[in-house]
């Protein structure tokens, strides 16, 4: 088992930035590869970002340039900074564990709780 933790959500003006963060715990970090999604309301959770345990990245083309994901296996965390943020990024933001990095969702194994983000126009 892996658990999850995010944290750093929350209100944010547009243009503005935010650093999500993800801590995980249980089985060994670097086995995994780790995504990013976002899901609001009515609608399906999309990928956001991804990377292998060795530090490869994908992004969605609605977040390249803007969003960096990044990890430290020596503290068990992932993260997502966000730049330029825009009021269509408003979500909940959930980083989830898999395998072999992946955008789709259905591939992941473990969940983290989700936090909110909010971008205001």
């Known amino acids: 088992q892996v658990q999850l933790v995010e944290s750093g959500g929350g209100l944010v003006q547009a243009g503005g930035s935010l650093r999500l963060s993800c801590a995980a715990s249980?089985?060994?970090?670097?086995?995994?590869?780790m995504g990013w999604f976002r899901q609001r309301p009515g609608q399906e959770r999309e990928f956001v970002a991804a990377?292998?345990?060795?530090?490869?990245?994908k992004y969605a083309d609605s977040v390249k340039g803007r969003f960096t994901i990044s990890r430290d296996n020596a503290k068990n965390t992932v993260y997502l900074q966000m730049n330029s943020l825009k009021p269509e990024d408003t979500a909940v933001y959930y980083c989830?564990?898999?395998?072999?990095?992946?955008?789709?969702?259905?591939?992941?194994?473990?969940w983290g709780q989700g936090t909110q983000v909010t971008v205001s126009s």
């Open positions: 989830a564990a898999t395998t072999v990095s992946s955008i789709w969702p259905t591939l992941y194994d473990y």
């Open positions: 249980g089985r060994t970090f670097n086995n995994y590869a």
């Open positions: 990377i292998s345990w060795s530090g490869g990245t």
